[in-house]
């Protein structure tokens, strides 16, 4: 039998200061391995410092194309939502690798070294932020992308509609590992999370460990602590960081990688 091997990845490090807190407990005190840097977030100062002082956590980039002031160019505005990127994107009002490579930039002259990129709100779904992200990859040497389509998981307690979204994503599954394969890009085997972001706690998370496929995963996650700095920001996860943290960190979570002899890993270990 193959080795099962698991990433345990939080977004949305920088995005506030009591998100970067929970994500840093969720690594001390519980099964977080990695976590992506958001390099327009409010807490970004705080994040790099944090990411200092752990070292033993691997940090990448959470790309970011909806949400938040660029970085590219000071005094914009990205995109509010996905229909409104796409708008801009269809009509080149900006285009994806100029956005970003100054996100990878400023994440490097911080002093951090990323060896994976994933994107916010998952953008890199359409064609051409997947392309740039590709690129990224390739120029800079950061080896592994998210391919952020879960696994079969059992539908009770999933909202049907991100069920709809999660089997339609298996559609373009096939292109978007093509451009990935061109550009010499990494993906883990599989990919869990998406379908249950804000919605698991730790009985349903020691679950999906017991049920981890052979090879390599990557379980995205969303911890962190509901102050009024994340309550009054532009993000529909509040309250539910604070039950995905209770999860990651739950002795029945850690019994759960035991007896499913299912190895924590990082990125880097990979």
């Given at each position: ?238 309250e539910s960081r604070e039950v995905e943290l209770e ?24």
């Amino acid at each position: 039998m193959s080795e099962r091997r698991l990433v345990v990845n939080a977004d949305d490090f920088g995005f506030a200061h009591d998100v970067n807190r929970g994500i840093i407990e969720a690594h001390t005190s519980g099964i977080l391995t990695a976590t992506t840097l958001m390099a327009n977030g409010n807490a970004f100062a705080d994040a790099v410092r944090l990411a200092r002082d752990h070292p033993s956590l691997d940090v990448g980039c959470h790309l970011v194309l909806v949400q938040g002031p660029s970085v590219a160019r000071a005094g914009v505005e990205l995109p509010q939502s996905i229909p409104e990127l796409l708008a801009a994107l269809t009509t080149r009002r900006f285009l994806p690798y100029e956005e970003l490579k100054p996100q990878v930039d400023k994440i490097l002259q911080a002093g951090i070294r990323p060896l994976h990129l994933d994107t916010h709100k998952h953008t890199h779904l359409w064609p051409p932020v997947l392309e740039a992200v590709a690129r990224l990859s390739a120029d800079y040497k950061i080896p592994w992308v998210r391919r952020p389509f879960d696994f079969p998981l059992e539908a009770a307690g999933i909202p049907w509609p991100k069920i709809a979204f999660s089997n339609a994503l298996g559609a373009i599954r096939s292109r978007f590992h093509s451009t990935l394969n061109a550009y010499g890009c990494r993906t883990t085997d599989h990919f869990a999370g998406f379908r249950i972001t804000g919605s698991y706690r730790a009985a349903e998370l020691a679950s999906l460990i017991g049920n981890l496929p052979e090879g390599s995963t990557e379980f995205m996650c969303h911890p962190g602590h509901c102050s009024e700095e994340l309550r009054e920001s532009a993000t529909r996860l509040k309250e539910s960081r604070e039950v995905e943290l209770e999860a990651l960190v739950s002795p029945e979570v850690r019994r759960a990688l035991g007896s499913s002899r299912v190895k924590l890993v990082r990125f880097s270990e990979l």
